[in-house]
């Protein structure tokens, strides 16, 4: 098992069926006890995702899609901020979805995804994704007003069915080359208040907060009834979830990045190989080369 298999599969979940949200600590720090020397097992696991990155992006044959869900001020952006600091830009993107838009409710709910899933040979990164459709709006079930589903489809089985949806979509993706991995960036419910309250005393901070963040805090079993049944119902082989420990936001950034780094490891990426016309092509070009420097 490599360094980042070891760190990264104790929070992974391949299958939900007895999954307790309330038996993962969002404290644990494994066997990392200082924040010292996990600077130094972040360090490693940036550079490594750098080199895997370069090869993904030359091999062109696997796209990567990192998911990102968590409740407010659980570290979504530091984390993909500091683990993705050394990757080529022209190979990931990163995109935040936000409430759904007047054209975005006249479609499914997957629908708005699909022209944001990355190429073959990229890392696309979703900041939120279409597992808000089962966590705010079942929270909120208000929400499904707005998303013009016909009366008789909103029945007790529509969280089961869209659960049945996502599977199916991912299983799609995956089939067609897409490798998906989900962080659940879980914190508790007391460090995100401090975190609240970090925002409000320092000034720098102020832009983060929302007055809306406090509010959802009111909803919290019901937030946690909500991620504990999505990942019971959507972790898979294909796609699992990891269950990231986010009250120290330097071990939630060693995971992460250690589970992309396993990922891509397991891909056995190469660069591409040249054949033999490619070989004398380049023979020729390099003696040209040479010949006008003399």
């Known amino acids: 098992m490599s360094w980042a298999e070891n ?5 992974r979940v391949r299958n939900g069926k007895h999954f307790k949200l309330k038996d993962w600590d969002p404290a644990d720090t494994g066997d990392l006890k200082s924040e010292k020397h996990g600077d130094e097992v972040l360090q490693r696991g940036v550079e490594s995702l750098s080199k895997l990155q370069d090869r993904l992006y030359a091999e062109n044959t696997w796209g990567v899609l990192l998911i990102f869900q968590a409740m407010d001020a659980a570290g979504k952006d530091g984390a993909i901020k500091h683990v993705m600091s050394g990757v080529n830009p022209e190979g990931c993107s990163v995109y935040s979805f936000k409430a759904p838009t007047y054209e975005e409710q006249n479609h499914d709910f997957l629908w708005r995804v699909n022209t944001r899933l990355p190429e073959r040979g990229r890392i696309g990164i979703f900041n939120r994704s ?8 079942r929270v909120h079930p208000d929400l499904l007003k707005n998303e013009k589903i016909p009366d008789t489809l909103k029945g007790k089985n529509i969280w089961k069915h869209r659960f049945e949806d996502i599977c199916s979509f991912e299983r799609y993706l995956w089939r067609n080359g897409i490798v998906i991995r989900k962080f659940f960036l879980n914190i508790s419910k007391e460090e995100q208040k401090r975190r609240f309250l970090a ?33 019971q119902q959507t972790s898979s082989k294909h796609a699992p979830w990891y269950v990231v420990p986010a009250d120290n936001k330097w071990y939630a950034r060693i995971v992460v990045a ?18 033999a016309q490619k070989r004398k092509e380049l023979k020729a070009v390099d003696a040209m080369l040479r010949k006008e420097g003399a």
């Open 130 to 137: 279409y597992y808000e459709e089962v966590l705010i709006v």
């Open 199 to 231: 925002r409000l005393e320092h000034p720098q901070k102020n832009w983060k907060f929302s007055e809306s963040d406090v509010h959802e805090r009111e909803y919290w079993d019901d937030y946690m009834d909500a991620y504990q049944s999505m990942i």
């Open 258 to 275: 250690a589970a992309i780094v396993e990922t891509l490891e397991h891909l056995n990426l190469n660069y591409p190989k040249t054949d």
């Open 7 to 11: 760190l990264s599969a104790p929070y």
